[in-house]
């Protein structure tokens, strides 16, 4: 199982991004998918989760902001970023909770390879 992610790159404060994250290989289902982050000298944190039937959670630092999707039919999560602040800047990392068709009984945590996101004037 593979999970790709696109969209990073630079904007300036008040702008707008979307990240996507696709996932590939030998999938059964994938139950939660979340976006992290992480800053230089900080630890990874949650950004938003949304569960297979469409729930969501949010940090609080990027509720009303950031919008998280899902498009189960093509396994993909979807980060849309509004109004920017710096200190949004970071790597973004997406995850997703996969059943593998060889492996039913298990859940297993996969991470993509990080977008970067830079926001500055």
């Known amino acids: 199982v593979q999970l790709q992610a696109s969209g990073g790159g630079l904007v300036q404060p008040g702008g707008t991004l979307r990240l996507s994250c696709a996932a590939s290989?030998?999938?059964?289902?994938?139950?939660?998918m979340g976006w992290y982050r992480q800053a230089p000298g900080k630890q990874r944190e949650l950004v938003a989760l949304?569960?297979?039937?469409?729930?969501?959670n949010y940090a609080d630092s990027v509720k009303g902001r950031f919008t998280i999707s899902r498009d189960n039919a093509k396994n993909t999560v979807y980060l849309q970023m509004n109004s920017l602040k710096p200190e949004d800047s970071a790597v973004y990392y997406c995850?997703?909770?996969?059943?593998?068709?060889?492996?039913?009984?298990?859940?297993?945590?996969?991470w993509g390879q990080g977008s970067q996101v830079t926001v500055s004037s």
């Open positions: 290989g030998n999938i059964f289902t994938i139950n939660d």
């Open positions: 995850k997703a909770y996969v059943v593998r068709r060889d492996l039913l009984s298990y859940e297993l945590p996969y």
């Open positions: 949304i569960t297979s039937g469409g729930n969501t």
